[in-house]
């Protein structure tokens, strides 16, 4: 995308209406209306690199940006039409630096995109080249696969069902990774000191378990394909009547948790209250009083809430009890929260030396939101030898 300074107003681009950003699939009674979210849900960005031609820029305006603004609820679309008058390099450079992943879309190789693609690839940006068939790749997009070849003048719509997946591969993977993959769910147990899988009740002769163990079967299945609401109603039966197990406090508490990531709002903040409630349940049980993955969630329901004492004290007694890569992380997003830089970056930090993966899941995660700008977190999150 060109970066050549502003030239005064051109009627070509102007921005389109924005369009209606879709929702997570999340039943009914947990949908607020569009209108009521904040801005503060594009922090997060996609920055197009593309020569300013105008079948290129239309394609963007008309098909991409409404393509990718739809799709996903937290990612703007960034490109050198947003420049304004004044320091162009730097608004151009401070884009690049702060973009999640740099879509080049090019049928030629100017010097501008070539400068646009450097500053990506030195951020440790994730690159998805989009070329017209037959260019040639420079050499330093040589091992960048590319992701969609083009025909004529630009893409076309066929294309962009192409790039969105791409992208979403490079930019939220991490995310659906720990919201909806039992893996990952088993692995956060391990990191709070579970040993395995939970265990399974013995005791055949009990009618109340052979109840239990088919209402987890069926609760697991309906929260892995994320039917939040069934989860619910499947579980807060025994949540209420005090014939839950462990398992089943975690897996209601950490369900309202999804159901809250996936809306804003008041209706938000009543499912991380029903969080927090339903762990606070489980604790008040003698033999669960001291259940890591259930102080886990009363920790988090704390943060969401915004109680950040809380939080950090529930967090720091995890810490004590089982060090691990989760509280770190977690602690990370305290400090974060209260714009403390450097305790974010010191436990982020330890966080991603223990798993990797956090760094990945702190691009999307929007606890980061107030520390985003900051150069040095850009580079903790971005640093490609933390990403192998």
């Given at each position: ?6 030239k ?5 681009r102007r921005?389109e209406?924005?369009?209606e ?5 999340v039943p009914?009674p947990?949908?607020v ?6 801005d503060n849900?594009r ?12 079948p290129?820029v239309?394609y ?6 409404v393509?990718i603004?739809?799709?996903?609820k ?9 420049l304004?008058?004044?320091?162009w390099?730097?608004?151009?450079s ?9 879509i ?5 190789f ?16 994730p690159?998805?080249p989009?070329?017209k068939k037959g260019?040639r790749l ?5 091992s960048?696969q ?6 004529g003048?630009s893409?076309?719509?066929s294309?962009?069902?192409?790039i969105i997946p ?7 993977t ?6 909806s993959d039992?893996?990952?769910k088993?692995q956060k147990?391990?990191l709070?000191?579970?040993h ?8 055949d002769?009990?009618p109340i378990?052979h109840?239990?163990k ?9 929260y892995?394909?994320?039917?939040f609401?069934?989860v619910i109603?499947i579980?807060?039966?025994y949540?209420e009547t005090r014939?839950?197990?462990?398992e089943?406090?975690?897996l209601l ?8 990531e ?13 969080m927090r ?25 704390d943060?969401?809430l915004g ?5 950090r004290r529930?967090?720091e007694?995890?810490l004590?009890d089982?060090p691990g ?14 714009r403390?830089?450097?305790s ?19 691009r999307v ?13 850009q580079?903790?999150?971005f640093?490609?030898?933390a990403?192998?």
């Amino acid at each position: 995308m060109a970066s050549h300074p502003p030239k005064g107003r051109r009627s070509k681009r102007r921005h389109e209406k924005p369009p209606e950003r879709s929702l997570h699939t999340v039943p009914a009674p947990l949908i607020v209306p569009l209108d009521s979210r904040g801005d503060n849900r594009r922090l997060r960005s996609v920055f197009v690199s593309l020569p300013d031609k105008r079948p290129l820029v239309q394609y963007l305006l008309k098909d991409l940006r409404v393509g990718i603004e739809s799709r996903f609820k937290r990612l703007r679309v960034q490109s050198f039409l947003e420049l304004r008058s004044g320091d162009w390099l730097h608004q151009l450079s401070r884009g690049i630096a702060l973009c999640n992943a740099l879509i080049l879309i090019t049928d030629e190789f100017s010097p501008n995109v070539m400068m646009e693609v450097g500053m990506g690839l030195a951020a440790g940006k994730p690159v998805i080249p989009v070329l017209k068939k037959g260019l040639r790749l420079p050499s330093m997009l040589r091992s960048v696969q590319v992701s969609q070849w083009f025909r004529g003048q630009s893409p076309v719509p066929s294309d962009t069902s192409c790039i969105i997946p791409i992208l979403e591969e490079a930019v939220y993977t991490i995310m659906q990774r720990e919201t909806s993959d039992p893996r990952m769910k088993m692995q956060k147990r391990l990191l709070l000191g579970s040993h395995g899988a939970p265990r399974e009740e013995s005791n055949d002769a009990d009618p109340i378990v052979h109840i239990r163990k088919d209402a987890l079967h069926h609760a697991r299945k309906e929260y892995v394909e994320g039917r939040f609401q069934l989860v619910i109603s499947i579980l807060s039966p025994y949540v209420e009547t005090r014939v839950a197990n462990e398992e089943m406090y975690h897996l209601l508490s950490d369900t309202w948790f999804l159901a809250g990531e996936s809306i804003d709002g008041t209706e938000a903040t009543l499912c991380y209250q029903n969080m927090r409630r339903v762990a606070e349940k489980g604790l008040k049980r003698t033999e669960y009083r001291k259940s890591l993955i259930l102080l886990k969630d009363r920790a988090l329901a704390d943060l969401k809430l915004g109680s950040l004492k809380e939080a950090r004290r529930g967090f720091e007694r995890l810490l004590r009890d089982f060090p691990g890569g989760n509280a770190h992380y977690n602690l990370a997003c305290v400090a974060a929260r209260e714009r403390d830089i450097w305790s974010a970056l010191s436990h982020l930090t330890k966080a991603v030396e223990m798993e990797p993966w956090y760094q990945e899941l702190a691009r999307v995660d929007p606890d980061f939101d107030n520390v985003w700008t900051n150069r040095l977190f850009q580079a903790l999150v971005f640093a490609p030898k933390a990403a192998t």
